[in-house]
């Protein structure tokens, strides 16, 4: 009889879903969960979008890389050092331990191999180009 009562409630029972009417409902959605909202700080979909966009304004290519250190304060003094010396843009780039500063921005290898050959003249040693996410022209 236990076994027949429990067939029969579970036959008629209902999703909450089907009688729920969502016109009652108030409060806008949220943009995320607030559990991700507390960790971050903001939207996580908007974290998202930023990623996006920095997909779709950067393109594969090529820098040179001109120094490494494992000393991050090496490293600032170093690219404050080159910041006067250089025309194109510096970048710090961290892969641990090492802290590394990257040149240019450079579509084609032959490009880099050009201003490779340039720096080289003015005196940089141990220099070498690297794959890398460039930033596209405009």
């Given at each position: 009889m236990k076994y027949l009562i429990f067939f029969?409630?579970?036959?008629?029972a209902q999703d909450s879903l089907y009688w729920f009417d969502m016109s009652t409902v108030r409060?806008?959605?949220?943009?995320?969960?607030?559990?991700l909202d507390i960790i971050y700080g903001r939207s996580q979909l908007k974290e998202?979008?930023?990623?996006?966009?920095?997909?779709?304004?950067t393109s594969n290519g090529f820098r040179i890389q001109l120094y490494e250190s494992?000393?991050?304060?090496?490293?600032?003094?170093?690219?404050k050092k080159y910041k006067n010396q250089m025309k194109?843009?510096?970048?710090?780039?961290?892969?641990?331990p090492v802290y590394k500063i990257h040149y240019g921005n450079f579509s084609k290898k032959y490009e880099a191999e050009k201003i490779k050959r340039q720096l080289k003249q003015k005196?940089?040693?141990?220099?070498?180009?690297?794959?890398?996410?460039?930033e596209q022209k405009n």
């Open positions: 029969y409630g579970v036959l008629n409060d806008s959605a949220p943009d995320t969960p607030k559990i998202l979008d930023s990623l996006k966009n920095i997909r779709t304004t494992s000393s991050a304060e090496r490293v600032n003094s170093v690219i194109d843009s510096l970048y710090v780039v961290f892969e641990a005196g940089f040693k141990n220099i070498w180009i690297v794959r890398s996410r460039i």
